[in-house]
């Protein structure tokens, strides 16, 4: 169970600061069951509740500081993949979005950040489908990245960038 004011993520939300733990927020009577109530720290003005034991949403404490900085250093060795299948292909970039996997998350961003550059290249224009899961892996990893190194999320990818520059040289 987390803490409030605990920082986790949690399902097409991303980035959620527990406010509360309570009783049922809509059903009065059910006071059973335990609720979050989630304040999306980079959606300004919403509010979730979810239970407790919801297993259908992800839920999981974001990354610290010490965890970042080694998924960092594993970049350079995490795999692209490329399914030819664009079905398939979805669905693996929708898993990977879903279970907040961070290595996953780093797949897809490299993936489509050398698939858009190889398109580019040659002439042809970047699919919108790409580009849709290209900004949604960035906008859950850099958030997530954000708040555990302390650092604006626009520059959450400069960042990143310098890092794996020093590790090369």
């Given at each position: 169970?987390?803490?409030?004011?605990?920082?986790?993520?949690?399902?097409?939300?991303?980035?959620?600061?527990?406010?509360?733990?309570t009783?049922?927020?809509?059903?009065?009577?059910?006071?059973?069951?335990?609720?979050?109530?989630l304040?999306?720290?980079?959606e300004?003005g919403s509010?979730?509740?979810?239970?407790?034991?919801?297993?259908?949403?992800?839920?999981?404490?974001?990354?610290?500081?010490?965890?970042?900085k080694k998924?960092i250093?594993?970049?350079?060795?995490i795999?692209?993949?490329w399914?030819k299948?664009?079905k398939?292909?979805?669905?693996?970039?929708?898993?990977?979005?879903?279970?907040?996997?961070?290595?996953?998350?780093?797949?897809?961003?490299?993936?489509?950040?050398?698939r858009?550059?190889?398109?580019?290249?040659?002439?042809?224009?970047?699919?919108?489908?790409d580009?849709?899961?290209?900004?949604?892996?960035?906008?859950?990893?850099?958030?997530?990245?954000?708040?555990?190194?302390?650092?604006?999320?626009?520059?959450?990818?400069?960042?990143?960038?310098?890092?794996?520059n020093?590790?090369?040289?």
């Amino acid at each position: 169970m987390f803490e409030i004011g605990e920082l986790i993520m949690c399902g097409g939300h991303g980035v959620c600061r527990v406010t509360a733990i309570t009783g049922n927020p809509i059903d009065k009577l059910d006071r059973e069951r335990k609720y979050y109530i989630l304040e999306p720290v980079f959606e300004k003005g919403s509010t979730i509740y979810t239970p407790v034991d919801n297993e259908k949403i992800v839920m999981r404490k974001i990354m610290n500081k010490k965890d970042a900085k080694k998924l960092i250093g594993q970049i350079p060795d995490i795999e692209t993949v490329w399914i030819k299948e664009e079905k398939s292909r979805e669905q693996m970039y929708k898993e990977a979005i879903r279970t907040y996997d961070c290595q996953s998350l780093v797949q897809i961003i490299k993936t489509l950040y050398l698939r858009r550059q190889d398109r580019v290249q040659q002439g042809k224009k970047v699919l919108s489908s790409d580009e849709h899961y290209l900004k949604k892996a960035e906008e859950l990893l850099y958030s997530e990245m954000s708040l555990a190194l302390s650092i604006p999320k626009e520059r959450v990818e400069e960042y990143i960038f310098s890092q794996i520059n020093k590790i090369r040289r």
